[in-house]
Nanobody, 124 residues
Framework: QVQLVESGGGLVQAGGSLRLSCAASGRTFSSYAMGWFRQAPGKERAFVAAIRWSGGSTYYADSVKGRFTISRDNAKNTVYLQMNSLKAEDTAVYYC?????????????????WGQGTQVTVSS
């Protein structure tokens, strides 16, 4: 199994920045890629970004392109989500997920392990 723990969430003003971290442990060698998802109250969990461990190829949802950056530190088995120009609409619980198969996908079913989430609140 792969264990994922998110951190870095908090309260920020609109236009501000926040950096989330996702630390992976356990059978991390089985993880091909990592993804970030978010879920706002009353809404479905939505894809945010994904990154491949090897090579660092990335994939972003249109809603965050140009504002968010996903990155990884292979030595630390950690993935980051740098969020800039935050909007109130970005308020959600952010989840980290691990995919064990090739490819970068946006569907929840494409990921095999999930963290417990970290709250991000953007005030307007």
């Amino acid at each position: 199994q792969v264990q994922l723990v998110e951190s870095g969430g908090g309260l920020v003003q609109a236009g501000g920045s926040l950096r989330l971290s996702c630390a992976a442990s356990g059978r991390t060698f089985s993880s091909y890629a990592m993804g970030w998802f978010r879920q706002a109250p009353g809404k479905e969990r939505a894809f945010v970004a994904a990154i491949r461990w090897s090579g660092g190829s990335t994939y972003y949802a249109d809603s965050v392109k140009g504002r968010f950056t996903i990155s990884r530190d292979n030595a630390k088995n950690t993935v980051y989500l740098q969020m800039n120009s935050l909007k109130a609409e970005d308020t959600a619980v952010y989840y980290c997920a691990a995919r064990t198969r090739p490819g970068l996908v946006s569907s929840q079913s494409g990921y095999d392990y999930w963290g417990q989430g970290t709250q991000v609140t953007v005030s307007s």
